[in-house]
């Protein structure tokens, strides 16, 4: 059996909500993730990008990562990584923290051959790079199996969609399997004939991530290479602190804070309560004194907001009457800025309406750039 672990999206040095709580939670899910991968006896670790929260992590991240990373490497297991776009430099004279670990393999927009229990096997990697260097780094690792003889692994840092077009698609044929990552979710997909799979993040690393540990936990894939087809094993942390969404009326509020209450006195951590109160003429400072009465010492973090009622009509009015560029120029001018500066404001708005996240990063490089070269 060709064993090999496939991670992502750890994320080490992030703190949610500011806390050192949270930052704690993301070192202990990784070393979780590293003693089972050890356990289960893998001969490589596959990390798809954004290891670190920051290409600049505080020193306690990078002791944290030191310490897990070690465990790998003394037992002779691989670890093999691409930079994703936390991870990566913002500058071009500046180099990723990974940098720092002799013990790490970089197969950033380059292969290698392993050779695993099973035989043979070529790596190739794409780091997370913005769509002007992108067809390029492709062509650097467009790769099939009948070249050399071999299975393949295509290790990528790629959103599914890139600014509302295909990402994945546009990876090159011919890999026996692909080992994504970027989006949280863990998902198994068809591409090119062959499985790709995102491993997900190791930890809720959002409030859009809490469905998705509910109904299917976090963690990663062991992946079995040693057949003619990939096949994956999910693995479940078990050391992930609960997150809720909790919806309810104002009138209803202290009873659901009693259940909430009763809930987390069940969990061996405590949880993180994300909570919607919705009515006509709520009174927020009289939410936040509840919460404060009934969850204190019992959950780690919550957080609340209210949706206040109103008629359809009323709503209907309030949409039409938005113009969000013209809300971000008046104010502007009013605090003194100068048109140019406006204007950046404004290109970069657009570009997010337009192409969501691609294009925002895009453009912010673009106008960089053309900073620092004048």
């Avoid at 405590?270 to 019992?298: F, Q, T």
Wanted: with cysteine; charged share 30%.
């Amino acid at each position: 059996m060709a064993l090999i672990a496939h991670m992502a999206d750890i994320h080490l040095g992030y703190r949610q909500y500011g806390l050192g709580e949270r930052e704690n939670d993301l070192y202990e899910a990784f070393s979780e993730a590293v003693e089972h991968a050890l356990r289960e006896h893998a001969e490589a670790l596959i990390i798809a990008g954004d290891l670190f929260d920051t290409p600049r992590p505080p020193v306690k991240a990078l002791t944290w990562a030191k310490k897990i990373l070690s465990q790998l490497t003394e037992k002779g297991v691989k670890v093999l990584y691409v930079l994703g776009d936390h991870d990566y430099p913002r500058r071009l004279d500046e180099l990723p923290p990974t940098a720092l670990f002799d013990n790490l393999i970089h197969i950033g927009q380059k292969k290698i051959e392993l050779s695993l229990s099973s035989g043979a096997f070529v790596f190739a990697g794409l780091d997370r790079l913005p769509s002007s260097m992108f067809e390029e780094a492709i062509n650097s690792i467009t790769h099939t199996v009948g070249e050399t003889g071999k299975k393949s692994v295509l290790v990528a840092h790629i959103p599914l969609e890139r600014g509302g077009r295909a990402g994945i698609a546009k990876l090159p044929r011919g890999y026996s399997y692909y080992a994504l990552g970027h989006e949280h979710r863990r998902q198994q997909l068809n591409l090119h004939s062959s499985i790709a799979a995102y491993s997900g993040s190791l930890e809720i690393l959002s409030r859009a991530e809490i469905a998705d540990w509910e109904s299917m936990g976090k963690g990663f894939y062991l992946v079995d290479l040693s057949k003619d087809e990939p096949i994956l094993h999910e693995v479940s942390l078990g050391c992930v602190r609960p997150q809720r969404m909790v919806e309810t009326r104002a009138e209803g509020l202290s009873t659901v804070l009693d259940e909430v209450k009763r809930w987390s006195h069940t969990l061996a951590k405590k949880p993180i309560i994300h909570l919607a109160v919705s009515g006509r003429g709520i009174d927020a400072s009289k939410v936040a004194r509840l919460l404060l009465e009934k969850l204190s010492g019992d959950v780690l973090y919550h957080r609340f907001e209210v949706r206040e009622e109103i008629g359809e009509l009323s709503l209907e009015k309030l949409q039409r009457s938005l113009d969000i560029r013209s809300i971000v120029r008046e104010y502007m001018l009013g605090r003194g800025f100068e048109e140019r500066d406006i204007e950046l404001a404004l290109r970069i708005y657009d570009a997010f309406k337009r192409g969501g996240e691609e294009e925002l990063e895009e453009t912010i490089l673009s106008e960089a750039g053309e900073v620092l070269n004048k």
